[in-house]
C-alpha cells in the first residue's frame, strides 16, 4: 500500500538546523510532484516547499526562503527537507505531501519544535 513515512523531527534550539527525510512507497515516486507542508497549533496548514518529480524546480514560502531547501533522491525515493537557521515560528507538525494530477497522498508527520 501506498506510505509516506516522515521522519528527522526534534526539538532544537533557535539557530539550529535538521534535516526532514520523506520515504515513499507503493507509487511511482518518480512521476510525483513533492511537497512539504507545516501546521501549527490553532492554524491552517501551509505549503512549505515544492518539488517537481524531476527536481528541476523548486517553490519555496516567503518565510523559509533562504532558509529551508527541499531536494528529492528519486534513486531512493525519498524527499528531503533541509533546515538551517530555525526560529521558533517554526514550531509545526511537517507533512509530506505526493501528488499527481488528481491523485494525491499525505504522510502523519513528524514534530519540529525550536526552543527560543
Known amino acids: 500500500q501506498v506510505q509516506l513515512v516522515e521522519s528527522g523531527g526534534a526539538l532544537v534550539h533557535t539557530g539550529g538546523s535538521l534535516r526532514l527525510s520523506c520515504a515513499a512507497s507503493g507509487f511511482t515516486f518518480r512521476t510525483y510532484a513533492m511537497r512539504w507542508y507545516r501546521q501549527a497549533p490553532g492554524k491552517e496548514r501551509e505549503l512549505v516547499a515544492h518539488?517537481?518529480?524531476?527536481?528541476?524546480?523548486?517553490n519555496y514560502a516567503d518565510s523559509v526562503k533562504g532558509r529551508f531547501t527541499i531536494s528529492r533522491d528519486n534513486a531512493k525515493n525519498t524527499v528531503y527537507l533541509q533546515m538551517n537557521s530555525l526560529k521558533p515560528e517554526d514550531t509545526a507538525a511537517y507533512y509530506c505531501y505526493a501528488y499527481s494530477g488528481y491523485v494525491e497522498y499525505w504522510g502523519q508527520g513528524t514534530q519540529v519544535t525550536v526552543s527560543s
Open positions: 518539488i517537481a518529480s524531476t527536481g528541476g524546480s523548486t
